[in-house]
């Protein structure tokens, strides 16, 4: 059909097309500013595609330089998007723009019969193109296909139908020009799509060129070369064996915000059930914000080199939310939704492979080079263990590395180390909670195992509290608090020394019972003091104490557990309060219950009155 000939044809879409319509403008995308990544990635696909067939027929005119360019009409109100890619005819028209999810990336790469990604496409799934009326209230394509002697007009303003004539367009490739709705008119500004531009496909491999009515007009040369808005490199994606260290440390410091060089690159492609490419780094810094209750990992996921989220909770664990990087698949659509992305199969074996990849550079790390991974430790090792707290499957590999203070070496151990070098009969791996591990070591729950050199893992990191009570074991070794419940750390050979306790002595114990009844759950004879008078435990089945503190200073709600006294039958305080006739212990047997809670480093309720009645019961 000539031009002369041609009529222009009003056609409806295919059903329900005004319903989809309505959805991709209003409801798939999270951001209105998707709509010129998706037309630029038409784009980028459709030079592609020519590059691709000229490559095996030789009597196609090779073009010199595929680029897509933008030009904003700020008096018309217009943003036209043109390539010199492929180009559609008719048909492709009526196949590729008047079918919601018809996918013509996908046709042709099916055509082409391409099975091993020698055609670098982007778009897969056909919607894309209909986020254009989230901005604009009409949509003209103007296409020529590089076989085709005419060019087509494709017009439509998305509300039911699409006309399709024959125009003067002699130019190979496609022209997209979008009328911008009044309330868009950000949307009119130079500044404004450079910026969207270098957000989402600042990688795109073809060269992108942005102008202004208004700089035409301020040109006084025709041939004044115009800068290119993207990058058109993306460096995940090049050999590694080409990247010099200092490409990698100008991204690592392009997108974490840090000027130093990162502590480990982590580059590698994977193939397979899932294929994506990640560029990953173990910071040396922490970020500012790294304990910032908003904080979120800020890995960025591309879709063949296409941006598509720097928020998506779910690429990664919270736990390693300090770990800058970039993930980039062609297993995915680039018109999902943020919110459907964060239940997205692909996604989930995405994260799943690589935070076990990152465990396992961390446990390398630690192994060839242990002085750097102690100060990545201890800037990061109390994230990391917030993946202990998680029911996950990552914990042994967590465990692998982690690291922690303990009473008998200087040095901070592994679990199998505790193992190892201080394991015991009764299969348990000890450990005690506070603020700081010299606080630890002084206190009165730490004097029998100080005496018998039995190893105590010394808790400063709040996490440690959650998940330790929790995950019970490591291997065969059971968690222990030693301010919990009952001690028994006599090996069996001892057991024959045991005595039974004196009369006297249950019979003191019996009355401190009935006198710090509203105050105590419980007084026992302590098995664990060696020099203090006296300490407070939790029962066996309560939460630990220093856990209860935490929660407290967090306006935690928490159960109004008592605590049990413990007292050292053999300190010359408690042999004191002991020998008093009744009416005296009445009256000084309290310091007991004080002198444990100062240990513990808590507020007494009348400091003056106790320091009174020591005074007084030491002139006596």
Not at 140 to 163: E, I, M, N, P
Not at 240 to 269: M, V
Request: aromatic fraction near 10%.
């Amino acid at each position: 059909m000539t031009k002369q000939q041609a009529e222009k044809k009003t056609v409806k879409f295919e059903t329900e097309v005004s319903k989809l319509l309505d959805i991709v403008a209003n409801s798939l995308y999270t951001e209105k500013e998707i709509f010129l990544r998706e037309l630029i990635s038409n784009a980028s696909d459709a030079c592609e595609k020519l590059r691709y067939v000229s490559q095996s027929d030789s009597s196609i005119e090779k073009t010199k330089q595929f680029e897509i360019r933008i030009h904003i009409n700020e008096k018309n109100k217009t943003i036209t998007i043109k390539d010199n890619g492929i180009g559609m005819d008719e048909s492709d028209m009526k196949s590729n723009l008047g079918t919601i999810a018809k996918s013509g990336t996908e046709d042709f790469i099916k055509k082409m019969g391409d099975k091993k990604g020698d055609v670098n496409q982007i778009g897969k799934f056909g919607v894309g193109f209909y986020s254009s009326f989230m901005v604009s209230d009409q949509v003209v394509v103007r296409s020529k296909k590089y076989d085709c002697q005419d060019g087509f007009l494709w017009t439509s303003d998305g509300k039911g139908t699409f006309s399709i004539e024959n125009t003067n367009y002699n130019t190979n490739g496609t022209e997209i020009t979008l009328s911008i709705k009044k309330e868009e008119n950000e949307f009119l500004t130079k500044h404004r799509i450079e910026e969207i531009i270098k957000k989402y496909s600042d990688f795109v491999p073809f060269p992108i060129f942005v102008s202004l009515e208004e700089d035409k007009k301020e040109k006084k040369d025709e041939k004044e070369i115009e800068s290119q808005v993207n990058s058109a490199e993306a460096i995940w994606l090049k050999d590694k064996t080409k990247i010099k260290e200092e490409d990698y440390k100008n991204f690592y410091n392009q997108i974490s915000n840090f000027y130093d060089d990162p502590l480990k690159t982590i580059h590698f492609k994977a193939e397979g059930v899932v294929n994506y490419t990640a560029l990953l780094y173990l910071p040396k810094s922490q970020p500012q914000d790294l304990y910032h209750p908003d904080r979120k990992n800020k890995l960025k996921l591309y879709v063949n080199k296409v941006f598509i989220s720097d928020k998506l909770e779910s690429l990664i664990p919270a736990w390693l939310r300090f770990i800058p990087g970039v993930v980039d698949t062609e297993d995915l659509s680039l018109n999902i939704s943020r919110e459907i992305l964060q239940n997205n199969a692909v996604i989930n074996k995405i994260s799943n492979a690589i935070t076990k990849r990152i465990l396992k550079e961390i446990s390398d790390l630690k192994k060839k080079n242990p002085e750097e991974f102690i100060s990545f430790w201890k800037n990061f090792g109390p994230v990391i263990k917030e993946g202990l707290y998680e029911f996950n499957d990552f914990h042994d590999q967590i465990f692998e590395f982690t690291l922690f203070h303990c009473s008998e070496k200087k040095e901070m151990i592994s679990l199998d180390d505790y193992i190892l070098n201080f394991s015991n009969e009764k299969k348990k791996i000890y450990y005690i909670s506070g603020e700081n591990k010299e606080n630890l070591i002084n206190s009165p729950q730490m004097e029998l195992f100080k005496n018998k050199k039995i190893n105590v893992l010394l808790i400063t990191d709040p996490v440690d509290e959650f998940w330790m009570p929790m995950k019970m074991n490591f291997k065969e070794y059971e968690f222990t608090s030693i301010t919990k419940g009952e001690i028994d750390i006599e090996e069996k050979s001892d057991k024959s020394q045991d005595k039974e306790e004196p009369k006297e002595n249950l019979d003191f114990v019996t009355y401190l019972k009935d006198l710090l009844k509203d105050k105590v759950k419980d007084v026992k004879v302590s098995k664990r003091l060696t020099t203090s008078a006296s300490c407070l435990v939790a029962d066996e089945n309560d939460m630990d104490m220093h856990l209860k503190k935490l929660m407290a200073a967090n306006n935690q709600t928490i159960s109004d557990e008592k605590r049990i006294l413990e007292v050292n039958i053999n300190h010359s305080l408690v042999s004191k309060v002991m020998s008093l006739e009744k009416s005296q212990k009445d009256k000084f047997g309290e310091i007991l219950y004080d002198h444990a809670k100062l240990m513990e480093g808590e507020n007494l309720d009348d400091p003056k009155r106790y320091t009174n009645l020591i005074a007084e019961l030491v002139s006596l």
